[in-house]
């Protein structure tokens, strides 16, 4: 398994944006489909967006749809998520994580177990 590390979290006013990294290390990601999730504080971890292992095949939760961009580098080994006009709301630990599920020859993204995860940055966000 490759070991994932988050960046890029902190205290950020609301409107501002806010790009999130996540670098691998112990192997590679060149073949991973990839995640970022999010638990705001007192709720369940849910899912923000994926990405298939060539940078297509994007997926963003619907309700979260719009604000939230995601993208990789195959050659550095990163993924990143960019939040752009950041509400309180997005206040939460935002995790990365590799290798979702599958079902036949494509990604369940919002399935259940991925492969690796980070531990995790925090945002938070103020009015």
């Known amino acids: 398994q490759v070991q994932l590390v988050e960046s890029g979290g902190g205290l950020v006013q609301a409107g501002e944006s806010l790009t999130l990294s996540c670098t691998a290390s112990?192997?590679?990601?060149?073949?991973?489909?990839m995640g970022w999730f999010r638990q705001p504080p007192g709720k369940e971890r849910e899912i923000v967006a994926a990405i298939n292992s060539k940078g297509g095949g994007i997926y963003y939760a619907p309700s979260l749809r719009g604000r939230f961009t995601i993208s990789r580098d195959n050659a550095k080994n990163m993924v990143y998520l960019k939040i752009h006009n950041l509400q309180p709301d997005d206040t939460a630990i935002y995790f990365c994580?590799?290798?979702?599920?599958?079902?036949?020859?494509?990604?369940?993204?919002?399935?259940?177990?991925?492969?690796?995860w980070g531990q995790g940055t925090q945002v938070t966000v103020s009015s």
């Open positions: 112990g192997g590679t990601i060149n073949s991973s489909g």
């Open positions: 994580a590799a290798d979702p599920p599958t079902i036949g020859n494509s990604y369940y993204y919002t399935g259940t177990p991925w492969g690796s």
